[in-house]
Nanobody
């Protein structure tokens, strides 16, 4: 059974930090590129960050570049999103996604991040 379980969300003040984790099971994690998406109320889901299957070539949305860092530990079947200097506009549900060409995507259930004073 394929599962992606996110954790680490919560309420944080502007300028604060959070680290999201996403642990995978039920598929060969190291075969998949991993991505973090987010969806704010009333907005479309957007790609925040992505990383290749071997942990190389991280890539970020312009809105988070310099503040967020994606990383992965294939030995732990886990991908991380370190979020620093958080802003109110970062408030959203954050989703973990595993993607492999010819197979498709697996999605997590999402974790809420709220940035507010």
């Amino acid at each position: 059974q394929v599962q992606l379980v996110e954790s680490g969300g919560g309420l944080v003040q502007p300028g604060g930090s959070l680290r999201l984790s996403c642990t995978a099971s039920g598929f060969i994690f190291s075969w998949y590129a991993m991505r973090w998406f987010r969806q704010a109320p009333g907005k479309e889901r957007e790609l925040v960050a992505r990383i290749t299957s071997d942990g190389g070539s991280p890539d970020y949305a312009d809105s988070v570049k310099g503040r967020f860092t994606i990383s992965r530990d294939n030995a732990k079947n886990t991908v991380y999103l370190q979020m620093n200097n958080l802003k109110s506009e970062d408030t959203a549900v954050y989703y973990c996604n595993a993607w492999r060409a010819t197979i498709g995507s697996h999605w997590g259930q999402g974790t809420q991040v709220t940035v507010s004073s």
